[in-house]
């Protein structure tokens, strides 16, 4: 699909920005692809998906100077909304969604990552929003999704002094969950993303969709978001088959069995 890869592995989908001459810049070109591959994606079949970028380098560099640097406007604007609106679709993704961040995540890279459930690097990754720097704002959704991470107090600090951040520190102020060698880290991406898949593909559909919709709401609003949700697993196969497993095991621990679970 261009300039961005898709494979499947079991119930795992492995998406690739793939324009590793550029460090995987984002373009207009790229987030077509992107939004292309997105729309492919079965999810009945695939229950967890791990974006990535080619080679060791770049993650995702940011979005293409070269093609900004001769925008109106009107055009700046366009592409704003454009990369807001599939990072959108990223964050509200039925499945979840891993960033394995190999490299550097700066820019709309580093949204990007930001529009996933879950971020795990390298240990070489760098992050950075550095678009002050060239006298713009982050565009696709940095201001709102860094604070909301890290809160407002960092997310301000590094938005306005441009300052690119190391692995460790991306760990330690809770931008990434984990950090790996450049070697691990697709493997680990792998084993997380397998974990997820094997449990209840309908809980954990509707356990993203109380997340990132609590988030938005009071916490009154967002426990009325749970409860509805928490009733819709009932009656399901899931449900039934993944308590009475449950019991089975408390009753006779001989009788447990891995749930094949159905999405159903």
Do not use: H, W
């Amino acid at each position: 699909m261009g300039f961005v890869d898709y494979e499947v592995e079991g119930a795992v989908g492995i998406i690739t920005i793939n324009r590793p001459k550029a460090l995987n810049a984002l373009n207009e070109e790229v987030l077509k692809d992107l939004d292309a591959v997105l729309d492919k994606v079965d999810v009945d079949a695939v229950r967890c998906l791990i974006l990535t970028g080619a080679g060791d380098k770049s993650f995702v560099a940011g979005a293409d100077i070269g093609a900004m640097s001769k925008m109106t406007k009107a055009q700046g604007e366009a592409f704003g909304k454009f990369g807001n609106d599939i990072f959108l679709k990223i964050e509200k993704f039925p499945i979840p969604v891993i960033a394995a961040i190999n490299g550097f995540a700066l820019g709309g890279g580093c949204e990007i990552s930001m529009s996933c459930d879950i971020r795990i690097c390298s240990d070489n990754a760098i992050f950075g929003q550095p678009e002050v720097g060239l006298g713009i704002t982050p565009g696709f959704g940095g201001t709102q999704r860094l604070a909301r991470l890290v809160g407002a107090g960092m997310a301000k600090q590094l938005i306005y002094t441009a300052r690119n951040i190391k692995a460790d520190e991306a760990y330690r102020i809770g931008l990434v969950n984990a950090v790996y060698t450049q070697e691990e880290l697709i493997p680990a991406a792998k084993k997380l993303a397998a974990t997820i898949a094997g449990n209840a593909p309908i809980a954990v559909r509707a356990c993203k969709k109380a997340i990132n919709e609590g988030l938005q709401v009071s916490i009154d609003k967002g426990v009325a978001i749970e409860e509805e949700l928490f009733g819709s697993c009932f009656e399901s196969y899931d449900q039934q088959e993944g308590m009475a497993n449950f019991l089975r095991k408390k009753d006779d621990p001989k009788k447990v069995k891995k749930v094949e679970f159905k999405n159903a």
